[in-house]
C-alpha cells in the first residue's frame, strides 16, 4: 500500500494559519488534499497535525469533509509522521509519500512520478528535491515504513525530526535517487511561506479559475503573466530548513 501523508499545522512562525487560509472559498489544505487525490498510485490519504488546541480547526475541516486524521506532537514531527503512520496500520512493506500542506499547487502527475522511480527502482528514499528541476512547491518524497521506522528510532538532531527526512536524504546506508522533469521548468516559487507566495498562489488560483490543473497550465499561465512571478522573487528555497540547520542541536 502505498500512503500519502499530508503534514500540516497552523503555527508557522513566518505566515501563521497559512493552510487554513482561503483560495476560491476553500482552505490551502483543501486544495492540496484534493490535488493529491488525482493521483492514480496512492492508495490512502491522511493528514497528520499536531495535538495543539489551535490546531483543533485543522481536525474540525478534516471530520467535516471526511479526511482521515492523526494528531501527535506539534515540534517533533517525525515523531508526528511515526505515530500517524502506526496508528493507522501503516506497517512494513508499505510505503510513505510525504506531502506538505503549504504547497497548494501540486500535480499529481509529478507524484506520480516519483512514485513510480521509487518502485520500478526498488529504493529505499526518492524525491525531486536533492537537485530543484521543479518549480518550489512541487516537493515530493517518498520512502518506505522501514525506513521512516529507522529514521524515528535514530534521528538526533533537532533539525532531522523537524523536517522528517533529512536523516534519510544524509545516510548512505539508503538507496536513494532524485526525479528529474521532463522538460526544462523555470524555478518558480509556488509554495506558502509569505503573504507575498499567498497572493502569487491566489492571482494563480483565480486567472486559471478552476479547482485543479496541471503544472503546465501553471507554467502556461505564469508565462503570460510574467509580472505575477515578481511577487515573491526575493524569497529563497528552504529557508525553514536552513534556520533549522543553523540552530541545530543533539535533541534525543
Known amino acids: 500500500m502505498i500512503y500519502a501523508i499530508i503534514q500540516a499545522r497552523l503555527g508557522s512562525s513566518r505566515l501563521p494559519g497559512k493552510v487554513m487560509m482561503e483560495i476560491q472559498g476553500k482552505p490551502v489544505l483543501g486544495h ?10 496512492i492508495d490512502k490519504i491522511i ?3 499536531s495535538d495543539l488546541d489551535e490546531d483543533r ?9 471526511n479526511i482521515d486524521f492523526f494528531a501527535h506532537s506539534e515540534n517533533d514531527v517525525l515523531t508526528r509522521y511515526y505515530e500517524t503512520a502506526k496508528n493507522k496500520g501503516i506497517s512494513p512493506g508499505d510505503h510513505v509519500v510525504r506531502i506538505t500542506a503549504d504547497c497548494p499547487l501540486h500535480d499529481a502527475n509529478v507524484v506520480d ?12 528514499y526518492v524525491s525531486n528535491t536533492f537537485e530543484y528541476t521543479y518549480p518550489d512547491g512541487l516537493d515530493v518524497e517518498i520512502f518506505s515504513f522501514n525506513v521512516l521506522e529507522e529514521a524515528w528510532k535514530n534521528a538526533r538532531l533537532a533539525s532531522e525530526r523537524e523536517h522528517v527526512t ?11 535517487t532524485n526525479v528529474i522533469s521532463d522538460k ?18 491566489k492571482n494563480i488560483y ?8 496541471s503544472l503546465d497550465e501553471t507554467i502556461k ?3 503570460k503573466h510574467i509580472d505575477y512571478t515578481r511577487i515573491n522573487e526575493n524569497y529563497d528555497i528552504n529557508e525553514g530548513y536552513r534556520k533549522s540547520l543553523k540552530e541545530d542541536r543533539i535533541v534525543k
Not at 60 to 65: I, Y
Open 32 to 41: 492540496v488534499y484534493n490535488r493529491i487525490s488525482y493521483s492514480k498510485l
Open 206 to 213: 483565480e486567472g486559471i479559475g478552476k479547482a485543479y490543473f
Open 184 to 201: 526544462k521548468y523555470p524555478i518558480y516559487r509556488l509554495t506558502l511561506d509569505y503573504k507575498e507566495d499567498y497572493e502569487l498562489i
Open 166 to 176: 533529512p536523516y534519510m536524504k544524509k545516510n548512505d546506508k539508503y538507496k536513494k
Open 47 to 49: 493528514v497528520a497535525t
Open 221 to 223: 499561465f505564469l508565462e
Open 113 to 124: 512520478k516519483v512514485i513510480k522511480v521509487f518502485l520500478d527502482g526498488d529504493y529505499d
Open 57 to 65: 480547526k485543522i481536525i474540525d475541516f478534516c471530520k467535516l469533509n
